[in-house]
Structures are given as C-alpha cells and as structure tokens.
C-alpha cells in the first residue's frame, strides 16, 4: 500500500509489480492514499486509507469493497490486525473496534485512544497488545478482560511493539522500551555519545528475524540489539 497510487503487487516469480487503484474524481478525498493493510484467513486483503475508511480487496476478482461503520467512513484507519476467520481489529482516527467481517457488525473497544502511529499486536498465547497515544493496553479477547499500562512519559507515543518470550518491546518517538512481563520491570534504551547506544530515539519499526536477534530501525537506519551487553 502506498499513498496516491493505490495496492502494488510484486510477484517473486517474475519481479513484476501488479498496480491495484480505485477509480475517484481529483475533487474528493484519494481512496488510494492507504495507511494500513492486513490479510484475512479468507484471502481478502484488508486496506485502511487515509480519507475513505476501510475497503476490503479480493485479489481473485481485483475488486474492491467498501466496509464502514456508521462512524468511520470518510475518516482513516490507521491500524489493523486479523483476530479470526471473521474479526479485525480497526484502529480509526481515535477509537478502536472490534469488526465482525460476515456481519459488518462494529463494536467499540472502550478507553482506548489510537493515532497515526497505533499499533496492533497478538502474541503467541492470543493476547492483544496495543499502543497508542496514551501507553499500551492489553486485551485478553477469551476472558474478555481490558487492562491499560500507561507509559511512564505522557510526551511518549508508541510507534512500534513486538513479543517476544517474556519480553514487550516498545518503539517509541523517546526511544526503545523494553518491558519484562515476570519482574515487571521497563528499560529505556536511548541515544547517547557511547557508541554502543541505539541510533536514535525515533523508532520507526522492531523486527525479530528467523536467529532471534532483534533489529530496530530508526530514522538513521538499522541497529541489532545484543542482548548480553545491552
């Protein structure tokens, strides 16, 4: 997804990249200006835009299809993440839902606050992390239990998230948090003259590859976290 253009496919077959756009006039808002994008258990590609809401797109057909709540159309959908074969969690302009897809049913998850910069993660035991303006919030979806950690900096936005063991890792816009679910203890990690430190404070993205290092991309570009020396 990108912003004007629409859906790009790259096939690693053939290289070739497939453009998907909606047809609009050049006197309204762009559904083509996308923000977010998740796939669904069905093959559907779920795609959150800046003006239009949310569409839905069927890449057997190359169609798309409106799929709004009575108040998200004509507004963004910044974040996104498949629950089930029929759940999505939408993060909106400042709200969160949850989305029965077969329905077209919204339901509105109280207490949360999202902006352009929420993110949604499930972690292997099937807990729901978001962060958001306001901290990081924790959805237990079985039992239907919400809890909030608020972040120790009310100036701090989450920017990125991701589990791994017993371990959150928090991007943020003040630097790389990192949070140990049995001490219950946070580390700050931030920019400093030793060298050794991490990059900058503006995390953008934390990826975990296939050895388990942890990489985090700033707006200076990657660093790799060691875990022995931190």
């Given at each position: 997804?990108?912003?004007?253009?629409?859906?790009?496919?790259?096939?690693?077959?053939?290289?070739?990249?497939?453009?998907?756009?909606?047809?609009?006039?050049?006197?309204?808002?762009?559904?083509?200006?996308?923000?977010?994008?998740?796939?669904?258990?069905?093959?559907?590609?779920?795609?959150?835009?800046?003006?239009?809401?949310?569409?839905?797109?069927?890449p057997s057909r190359q169609t798309f299809r409106s799929v709004n709540g009575p108040s998200t159309n004509n507004t963004s959908v910044f974040t996104l993440l498949t629950i089930d074969r029929n759940t999505l969690l939408v993060g909106g302009n400042e709200n969160f839902w949850w989305v029965n897809t077969s329905a077209n049913t919204w339901t509105k998850i109280a207490s949360i606050e999202n902006n352009p910069h929420g993110h949604a993660y499930?972690?292997?035991?099937?807990?729901?992390?978001?962060?958001?303006?306001?901290?990081?919030?924790?959805?237990?979806?079985?039992?239907?239990?919400?809890?909030?950690?608020?972040?120790?900096?009310?100036?701090?936005?989450?920017?990125?998230?991701?589990?791994?063991?017993?371990?959150?890792?928090?991007?943020?816009?003040?630097?790389?948090?990192?949070?140990?679910?049995?001490?219950?203890?946070?580390?700050?990690?931030?920019?400093?003259?030793?060298?050794?430190?991490?990059?900058?404070?503006?995390?953008?993205?934390?990826?975990?590859?296939?050895?388990?290092?942890?990489?985090?991309?700033?707006?200076?570009?990657?660093?790799?976290?060691?875990?022995?020396?931190?």
């Amino acid at each position: 997804g990108n912003w004007g253009e629409g859906l790009n496919k790259f096939d690693t077959r053939t290289n070739r990249v497939y453009n998907f756009k909606q047809v609009s006039s050049s006197a309204e808002k762009s559904p083509n200006d996308i923000w977010s994008l998740c796939k669904d258990q069905h093959g559907l590609i779920w795609v959150g835009t800046y003006w239009k809401g949310l569409y839905s797109f069927d890449p057997s057909r190359q169609t798309f299809r409106s799929v709004n709540g009575p108040s998200t159309n004509n507004t963004s959908v910044f974040t996104l993440l498949t629950i089930d074969r029929n759940t999505l969690l939408v993060g909106g302009n400042e709200n969160f839902w949850w989305v029965n897809t077969s329905a077209n049913t919204w339901t509105k998850i109280a207490s949360i606050e999202n902006n352009p910069h929420g993110h949604a993660y499930r972690d292997r035991d099937g807990l729901i992390w978001i962060g958001s303006k306001n901290g990081l919030s924790k959805i237990d979806q079985n039992q239907n239990k919400f809890s909030y950690l608020p972040l120790d900096n009310k100036q701090r936005e989450v920017t990125d998230l991701l589990v791994t063991d017993s371990t959150l890792w928090l991007g943020t816009n003040k630097g790389l948090t990192e949070y140990d679910f049995k001490a219950g203890t946070t580390t700050l990690f931030k920019h400093s003259a030793n060298l050794g430190s991490i990059g900058s404070d503006q995390v953008r993205k934390i990826y975990r590859d296939e050895a388990g290092k942890i990489w985090v991309l700033t707006e200076f570009g990657f660093d790799e976290f060691d875990a022995k020396s931190q």
